[in-house]
């Protein structure tokens, strides 16, 4: 098979790249009994859903247009093709659209003209993204276009996301996808690439010593050679020369009858160029760009001048070269169809960090508006949870939730929103302010929204004839922009017990710590049996709240996608085990609560030591001058000495996108530190 070949290009990380046995199956010129030059020219529109605009302004503003001039052109000529990404635009458009136009859509898909890649909701992040919300955004897009046109994509077009991870293979591999092709990857590995006839190769997602053999998730991937997928970088190795190929910029030459061969010939030098990469006589040209083809006559215009180009080629048998349009699967299939196919190396591992020029790592998006990563995990929990209810109330009330279809509606927005969110200028955070404010406005309103559903579907199941009351959600979104609260339950002199009701979605059984606020330290926790149980009440120290409030813990058990129901109930006096001591390694500050003298509070000066918290199976040694953890022991007798610290980079030159430096990390320092315990 070959060797493992260790590269290293500037970094710590090393990548392990299987290379095989060197074999040339490329197109050569200048052997006249090679095979002839196959070339698949693919139209495409790159349309971010989110950028420097919203979604909304995008499609009102261009991509409404483009999918309408992209439709009519090929309606106009059978011999055109073009392939789509986003299918939360082309739903978006469909919306609009007259029966008539949608029927010209189905027989363009069916005549193979018009062909859906990947066809997720949107083109995701793979290195923020929770892998339960790609594939979200993947089910959300191909139910869509089952659902409307009877489709199911085949390969895969990554051609925009900050670099790769190798979950997205495995995923697409698992969906029953054939192929993919990936775009932003380090520039040094693409050159390596490049010069090793290893553009396209086997991607495994896991390591040989995973549970599962290797070869059983491994994918056929293309990986474009150059920086860009615009006409430039996809044409040839000359950028100024494929540029004039790219009928919409100013430095373009028009194809006439008498400077077609011309033309031909030069274009054809670079695409010459560009197969020497691959190991055989087949060449992807990818022919579009970002919003691309936003009027009717700019389309035709673009795509005839190519096809008097075509023309001209494919009638002169001296240039040896076949050159049509194409969709994604044209190409990949004829690669696949090769009676003597070649070679092709295995990888196995990731394309993180991205790097397209000199030291431009992109790592800054891995950190880049964290509040808004954090908003799409809370609002996937809350749609979560909601769907599981959402069934179960469906199977024990199926008349009554079949006739609530805002219940279904809130469930998909939400769906839809937060795959939406998922996009590379989503949640990354590399969008504009305002299109980022209005992705976390959508996320907030699903999140309200699914949580009424919760609180419905939840009540239809524990109390049908509605004798307990309304029930509200704990954790609950404030607004756009806003992190979710707790909210606490409010206790009054003449208030009788509280009901909390948790709810376990997974399939096996829980047993975890729970918090809950309250106004009145004077409280005790009740199984649904009647049993009080150990709980610790600790008044809230952390300053979010102008109002003292204290927060009960108490050990709850759930069972599998059930319910556990527990009683918070008032009482004249509590346990001392109950009542926490709060010790302050620091001095009073204006800020601090005043809780309730029930509790023990002490101000000690800041002085070196440790402190230790422990339980029958660990001991944690904690710093009394930073709170950093120092050591750790546990029941075995194993000790393990840390050392915890704090460090920031400054930067005049980074941004959204890259993490550039001006030095190394700086400490932080601690000295003005408060421990509170």
């Known amino acids: ?327 994604l699967s044209d190409y990949f299939e004829a690669v696949n169809a090769m009676d003597s196919p070649p070679e092709f190396p295995d990888y196995s591992g990731d394309f993180f960090t991205y790097c397209d020029e000199q030291d431009d790592y992109w790592s800054g998006y891995f950190t880049t508006r964290p509040f808004f990563k954090s908003q799409s995990r809370t609002t996937h929990a809350a749609l979560q949870a909601a769907e599981g209810l959402y069934a179960l109330a469906q199977i024990r009330h199926p008349d009554i939730v079949n006739g609530q279809r805002d219940w279904f509606e809130a469930l998909q927005t939400c769906r839809r929103n937060i795959a939406l969110f998922q996009h590379h200028d989503g949640i990354t955070g590399t969008a504009r302010a305002h299109v980022v404010v209005d992705y976390s406005r959508r996320l907030h309103s699903s999140t309200t929204a699914v949580n009424q559903v919760a609180r419905k579907a939840m009540g239809m199941l524990l109390d049908p004839e509605n004798k307990m009351g309304n029930l509200e959600a704990d954790f609950v979104p404030r607004g756009a922009n806003q992190a979710p609260a707790h909210q606490p339950l409010k206790f009054e002199e003449s208030s009788k017990g509280k009901v909390v009701v948790l709810y376990n979605s997974l399939s096996f059984q829980r047993t975890e710590l729970t918090r809950v606020l309250v106004t009145s330290p004077l409280v005790t926790v009740r199984t649904s049996e009647g049993d009080e149980i150990m709980c610790q009440v600790n008044p809230l120290w952390d300053g979010t709240s102008d109002d003292l409030l204290y927060e009960v813990y108490f050990v709850a058990t759930i069972p599998a996608v059930g319910f556990a129901t527990y009683f918070v109930v008032p009482v004249p006096k509590l346990a001392p085990e109950a009542l926490s001591e709060i010790h302050v390694y ?67 030159r980074g941004g959204a996108y890259l993490f550039l430096p001006t030095g190394p990390a700086t400490p932080i320092s601690l000295e003005s530190a408060r421990v509170v315990v």
């Open 1 to 327: 098979m070959g060797s493992a070949v260790l590269l290293r290009y500037g970094w710590s990380l090393a990548l392990c790249l299987f290379f095989l046995a060197p074999a040339c199956f490329c197109y050569d010129e200048k052997d006249s009994s090679s095979s002839v030059l196959n070339v698949y020219v693919v139209p495409h529109s790159h349309n971010d859903p989110g950028w420097w605009k919203t979604f909304e302004e995008y499609y009102k503003d261009w991509t409404n247009g483009i999918l309408t001039s992209v439709v009519d052109a090929l309606a106009e000529n059978s011999r055109r093709k073009f392939i789509w990404a986003e299918i939360s635009y082309f739903s978006r458009w469909w919306e609009d659209q007259s029966d008539a136009k949608r029927e010209t859509v189905r027989r363009l898909v069916s005549s193979k003209q018009l062909e859906f890649v990947t066809g997720g909701w949107v083109m995701p992040d793979e290195a923020t993204t929770h892998f339960q919300d790609t594939i979200n955004q993947l089910t959300e897009g191909h139910e869509w276009l089952m659902m409307n046109l009877g489709v199911k994509p085949q390969y895969g077009w990554a051609i925009d996301p900050f670099g790769h991870s190798p979950t997205n293979p495995y995923l697409l591999h698992a969906s029953g996808f054939k192929g993919m092709l990936i775009n932003r990857v380090h520039r040094n590995i693409k050159e390596e690439f490049r010069s090793k006839q290893h553009l396209e190769f086997w991607w495994t997602s896991g390591d040989k010593g995973s549970r599962l053999p290797e070869d059983d998730f491994r994918i056929f991937t293309h990986m474009l050679p150059y920086k860009l997928y615009d006409i430039p970088n996809t044409c040839g190795p000359d950028w100024n020369l494929c540029a004039q190929f790219d009928f919409e910029r100013d430095v373009s030459i028009p194809i006439t009858a008498s400077n077609v061969a011309e033309r031909a010939s030069l274009l054809l030098g670079q695409y010459k160029e560009k197969a020497k990469f691959f190991r055989h006589n087949h060449l992807l040209v990818p022919l579009g760009d970002d919003f691309k083809y936003k009027t009717f006559d700019m389309t035709v215009k673009i795509l005839d001048q190519y096809q008097m180009l075509m023309d001209h080629i494919n009638s002169d048998p001296k240039y040896r070269v076949r050159i049509q349009f194409s969709t």
């Open 586 to 652: 620091g001095e009073k500050r204006g800020g601090d609560p005043t809780p309730d003298p029930l509790f023990t509070v002490t101000y000690e000066p800041r002085v070196s030591g440790t402190l230790k918290l422990e339980n029958r199976f660990v001991s944690v040694q904690f710093d009394k001058l930073s709170g950093g953890v120092v050591g750790v022991s546990t029941s075995s007798g194993a000790d393990h000495t840390l050392r915890q610290g704090f460090s920031r980079y400054t930067t005049h």
